[in-house]
């Protein structure tokens, strides 16, 4: 399956009180998330987005419940040595959506009354993109290491995984001051 830059379901089935009308759509498929969607949520990815949903009518004549998951991989940078690391992440989530015609074209976050968060449609064709981007982007953690004991870096930049044994400044002989000598005089 081709990654699509956007996660469109079309819920008109959902929302008609006629015949053929039904109480369930699902969707899946694959999202590579446009670059201004990936800035906004501080996110870089290392393969597209896997996703499902699945929204249904609660009995209101524009109440849903929407559900499903998000996965990928995130590139984060190690909090030592800031090499990227490659992360699973796997999100899942419901929330309450509801109808409300002539409002904005994209689907927005809310919140309603209790301070829940709502998600709010106002065209029958919804694009998902951006949401599933969010939630994705909100699941990730929020530090993590490319191993246990990595080493870091030194002072000076160097990466002591390859160069454990670097010590800050000892490239630099001419650089020592005369005082060091001393050190090594037992007083
Ligand atoms: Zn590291």
């Known amino acids: 399956m081709a990654a699509r830059r956007d996660a469109t379901l079309n819920l008109a089935s959902l929302l008609r009180r006629a015949p053929g009308s039904v109480d369930d ?21 290392g393969a597209p987005l896997s996703w499902s949903l ?70 029958p064709e919804v694009d998902f993109a951006a949401f599933l981007t969010q939630v994705f982007a909100i699941d990730l953690p929020l530090t993590v290491l490319c191993k246990e004991d990595c080493r870091g870096l030194s002072v000076d930049g160097v990466d002591l995984n390859e160069y454990p044994d670097h010590v800050p400044g000892d490239q630099h002989d001419e650089r020592r001051s005369p005082f060091d000598a001393l050190k090594d005089i037992d007083l």
């Open 25 to 45: 759509a699902d969707a899946d498929g694959e999202l590579s998330p446009i670059d201004e969607l990936l800035d906004a949520n501080g996110l870089r990815l």
């Open 54 to 123: 699945h929204v249904s009518n609660t009995g209101g004549e524009d109440d849903f419940v929407v559900s499903g998951d998000v996965s990928g991989t995130a590139l984060l940078e190690c909090r030592r040595c800031l090499t990227d690391v490659p992360t699973q992440v796997d999100s899942s989530f419901i929330y309450p959506m509801v109808y409300r015609p002539g409002g904005a074209d994209e689907l927005e976050m809310i919140e309603d009354d209790e301070q829940d968060e709502l998600l709010v449609f106002s065209q």
